[in-house]
């Protein structure tokens, strides 16, 4: 059974910085992209940040770019999203999601195959 669990939300003033940690079980971790996605109320959940198996490339929402920094650690199973200055308007629930290799594109919420349930992030302003 895939298990993804996020931990690592909470609330921050902005300009604030919090670093979201996913741990992932039940799948062969190293052979997947992983990714972190973001859902605030009333909208539609986007793409934030992706990581391919081996680190490296990275992709970036351009709303993130310059403040978000996503890395894995393949010996662990977890994949990290560290958030710097961030603004009122980054409060939403985060997701991590695991990618099917058999899918196309980073960016897109159905080239994901296996979700986490998410973990709040709120910035007061």
């Known amino acids: 059974q895939v298990q993804l669990v996020e931990s690592g939300g909470g609330l921050v003033q902005a300009g604030g910085s919090l670093r979201l940690s996913c741990a992932a079980s039940?799948?062969?971790?190293?052979?997947?992209?992983m990714g972190w996605f973001r859902q605030a109320p009333g909208k539609e959940r986007e793409f934030v940040a992706a990581?391919?198996?081996?680190?490296?490339?990275?992709y970036y929402a351009d709303s993130v770019k310059g403040r978000f920094t996503i890395s894995r650690d393949n010996a662990k199973n977890t994949v990290a999203l560290q958030l710097n200055s961030l603004k009122p308007e980054d409060t939403a629930v985060y997701y991590c999601a695991a990618r099917n290799p058999a899918r196309p594109g980073y960016g897109r919420v159905d080239a994901y195959e296996y979700w986490g349930q998410g973990t709040q992030v709120t910035v007061s302003s």
């Open positions: 039940g799948l062969a971790f190293r052979s997947y992209a």
């Open positions: 990581i391919t198996w081996s680190g490296g490339p990275t």
